[in-house]
């Protein structure tokens, strides 16, 4: 278990003063991790999540080392030592069925890849950048005759909406990336590093 660091304070501060609904967005998307357990008509089966829950006591703030997507269940799972130590629904690609074949399919990839790089200033509040396109993206591929695409990103809320509130709640709605509530992506941000592995299942 890992307390949590007190220069992460100031960062921490600056990212929730940018959330001036969070709580709006955490009821919108219902958010849910070890600090809030779900009620029990929304906690997964055991069948359909074969991922054991770890609950942290109180004060301390687990460090992923994995992250793991379940598309078809629209969920993000942060894990430690391969237990699960939070989740949060997500939205994929607006075309979420199926991995990813060539740029501009609007699908989210399936696959092993890492987290690669973090960006505080892109389009969307927050991104942290997914290690797609593999070498086996590239040459299915290039079997095509297609470019992969590429920008895979974990993010949150564009920071200029084109739509209303409510769209990116219940719609999946990104290019092919895996989106979250704002208020969401700062806890994610704060819980992961680069070179994690992240696993995207169908």
């Not at 809030?36 to 080392?65: C, E, I, V």
């Not at 797609?132 to 920008?151: C, H, K, V």
């Not at 974990?154 to 219940?170: C, L, M, Q, S």
Request: contains cysteine; hydrophobic residues 35%.
């Amino acid at each position: 278990m890992r307390t949590p660091d007190r220069r992460l304070a100031p960062l921490v501060a600056l990212l929730l003063s940018l959330l001036p609904s969070a709580g709006a967005w955490a009821q919108a998307f219902g958010s849910i991790s070890s600090k809030d357990p779900a009620p029990p008509s929304a906690q997964p089966t055991p069948a359909a999540t074969p991922l054991p829950a770890a609950r942290a006591p109180a004060g301390n703030f687990d460090l992923a080392d994995k992250v793991v997507v379940e598309k078809g269940q629209r969920r993000l799972y942060l894990l430690r030592q391969e237990q699960v130590i939070a989740e949060y629904p997500v939205k994929l690609g607006l075309n979420p069925y199926g991995p990813k074949q060539h740029e501009g399919d609007f699908r989210t990839p399936e696959g092993s890849y890492r987290l690669v790089r973090r960006n505080p200033r892109s389009d969307f509040f927050l991104s942290i950048q997914v290690s797609y396109p593999s070498e086996q993206d590239l040459r299915r591929a290039r079997s095509n005759g297609a470019r992969p695409g590429g920008l895979i990103m974990i993010h949150g809320e564009p920071n200029v909406p084109r739509k209303p509130t409510d769209y990116y709640a219940k719609n999946d709605w990104t290019d092919g990336c895996i989106a979250v509530s704002n208020a969401d992506m700062v806890d994610i941000w704060l819980r992961t590093q680069a070179g994690i592995p992240i696993e995207i299942r169908p």
